[in-house]
């Protein structure tokens, strides 16, 4: 029988990747979350004004949460996931 592998720790590869490239890391999440939304539209899951209400919830936790932190990257990520509102909402006008 096969051993089970845990996914509760990144492996030593995993983890060397995500310290060294954190931009396209970055990057490949925003493809993934953005190609989920689309799928979710177009299998009639969440409508698209469920999905802009998705994106400005997190745009606005990231935005509070940069104000409480002074974190310049939340605050960065919640201007790229309102950037993507902004389109998803032209793209469905």
Do not use: Q, W, Y
Not at 11 to 22: C, E, K, W
Not at 35 to 51: N, Q
Not at 74 to 90: D, G, H, Q
Request: glycine share 6%; with cysteine; hydrophobic share 45%.
């Amino acid at each position: 029988m096969a051993k089970k592998k845990s996914r509760g720790r990144p492996s030593g590869d995993l983890l060397v990747l995500l310290a060294s490239r954190p931009r396209g890391i970055a990057l490949a999440a925003l493809h993934v979350v953005e190609s989920l939304l689309l799928e979710l539209e177009a299998s009639e899951i969440l409508t698209a004004r469920e999905i802009r209400g998705v994106l400005k919830d997190a745009a606005t936790t990231l935005r509070n949460a940069a104000g409480e932190v002074d974190n310049r990257s939340c605050l960065v990520a919640s201007e790229v996931i309102e950037s993507m509102r902004e389109n998803f909402k032209k793209s469905k006008a």
